[in-house]
């Protein structure tokens, strides 16, 4: 059945360092990739997503890359702060369906003062 | 403008009851999907709806079901409850079907004893 691998399940980095964050998915259809930040006790956000049609995407500090035939997309986080600390999901659409989203199974990622 | 409210935020059930969880999209929002979140199992996509109408469905037993009002207010609802169901129930929506993305509600944390 359709599959989000994510990696690494935890990362820790010093403040200012770059974190960056893999899942690799099996359905070829998916069109829709979104990643959602998730603090304690909290909801998860929408930090970013890209669709099938774009390469990369960059909003200020985040970044994330697709790549279609390898069926991995990666998400890039320049000059990490604390406040970055949390949980961090990426998800696939199944097929073309974006109304319905399989997640990966999260990233806790730590930054150091 | 308002988030995505969820009711209640936390339910204790007792085995073998029944339960019913609110979700009230975000205004104007016509399209709410509700997924499950356990440690174990991670963020997993029970069902979407559109226009009251059901249009996907994830891998969960018929123990599992939804609905949507007229005024895209969703409501999910689990009986015969198992201790396995215990869980933080999360409601999303978003503008249509052509839209991509989700914004969570807070979630209902359910357990059962």
């Known amino acids: 059945g359709e599959n989000v691998e994510q990696h690494p399940s935890t990362l820790s980095v010093q403040e200012g360092d770059s974190a960056v964050i893999k899942c690799t998915y099996s359905?070829?259809?998916?069109?829709?990739f979104p990643w959602y930040k998730q603090e304690l006790g909290k909801r998860p956000q929408l930090i970013i997503d890209?669709?099938?049609?774009?390469g990369e995407k960059k909003d200020q500090r985040i970044a994330v890359t697709l790549n279609k035939t390898a069926k991995h997309f990666s998400l890039h986080i320049t000059e990490t702060q604390p406040e970055d600390s949390a949980v961090y999901f990426c998800a696939a659409s199944i097929g073309g369906n974006t109304g319905k989203l399989i997640f990966g199974q999260g990233t806790t990622l730590q930054v150091k003062p | 403008k308002a988030g995505v409210t969820q009711t209640p935020r936390y339910l204790i059930k007792t085995r073998g009851q029944q339960v019913t969880l609110s979700c009230s999209p975000i205004s104007g929002h016509r399209s709410v999907s509700w997924y499950q979140q356990t440690p174990g199992q991670g963020l997993q996509f029970l069902f979407e709806y559109f226009s009251e109408t059901q249009r996907n469905k994830g891998n969960f037993p018929g123990r599992f079901s939804g609905r949507q009002f007229s005024n895209s207010r969703s409501e999910m609802n689990v009986s015969t409850l198992e201790l396995g169901d215990s869980a933080l129930y999360l409601c999303?929506?978003?503008?249509?079907?052509?839209?991509?993305?989700?914004?969570f509600g807070s979630g209902t944390r359910l357990t059962v004893v």
């Open positions: 999303a929506s978003r503008y249509g079907t052509g839209d991509y993305g989700y914004t």
């Open positions: 359905d070829s259809a998916s069109n829709y």
């Open positions: 890209i669709r099938s049609n774009v």
